[in-house]
């Protein structure tokens, strides 16, 4: 990718992690108000067909009475925009050790048309306690990015690391999330003693049997001159 690319991709990359953190507090909201509306419509409701069959057991406000018809309307509409509203993914029956989001930066390249990249997203949704607010890019907006991944999307990448191609696996997914600590380190990195082998130093690099933090992102753009390639400088 040219260096004016990447530079346009950090600056994309920065607004629209800032755009999807406020849309998840929004989202977060509605789904609140759904609830409200959801519950408040059945209560509601319920109270509107037994006060029809029978008679309510206490008494309720002089509004009420006459307009049962209405209140019954009112009710499902509530009833109906508040499952909308709350509408949200199915909730996960695990969770890691410990809680906390890890990471800094999650990155999913995707298209229209794509029902892999619609099951990636829909699954990160659901890790979403344990994520990084995900960044979304285009391939096919940038030339340089479809013919790199064209045949792979959706591709997962999380801190400058490409961890998923084509599909997103939960069991791997939910290794890695017990595998890095909250804030984003790992557990064990293979440098605990200043010094690394098989060229993994979790956080940084390994140079000479040496670990540095010469790890890169697209994010940062910590490369002086150099570019930045699968969080590494190159």
């Known amino acids: 990718m040219s260096q004016a690319s990447t530079s346009s ?4 990359l920065s607004w629209n992690a800032d755009m999807a953190a406020r849309s998840s507090t929004r989202t977060e909201w509605l789904q609140l108000l759904g609830s409200v509306w959801l519950y408040g419509g059945l209560g509601v409701f319920s109270l509107a067909v037994i006060d029809g069959v029978s008679q309510l057991p206490f008494t309720m406000p002089g509004i009420w009475y006459g307009n049962e018809m209405i209140w019954t309307f009112f009710s499902i509409v509530a009833i109906v925009a508040g499952m909308g509203l709350a509408k949200r993914e199915e909730r996960l029956d695990w969770a890691p050790t410990r809680g906390g989001r890890r990471f800094d930066t999650l990155v999913v390249y995707t298209r229209d048309n794509c ?11 659901s890790y979403s306690r344990w994520l ?58 293979g440098c605990s003693s200043g010094s690394c082998s098989s060229g ?35």
């Open 132 to 189: 990084p607010a995900s960044v979304e890019v285009d391939i096919n907006e940038d030339p340089e990015l479809f013919e790199q991944f064209t045949n792979c999307v959706p591709v997962i990448q999380i801190d400058g690391r490409v961890r998923f191609r084509g599909r997103v696996s939960e069991t791997l997914l939910r290794r890695l999330i017990e595998g890095t600590a909250p804030g984003g380190s790992k557990v064990s990195s």
């Open 115 to 125: 029902p892999l990249c619609d099951e990636a997203k829909g699954i990160l949704r």
């Open 200 to 234: 993994s130093c979790g956080s940084g690099s390994c140079s000479s049997g040496k670990c540095s933090s010469g790890k890169c992102s697209t994010k940062s753009g910590g490369c002086g001159s150099g570019k930045c390639r699968s969080g590494k400088c190159g």
């Open 9 to 12: 991709l950090s600056t994309d």
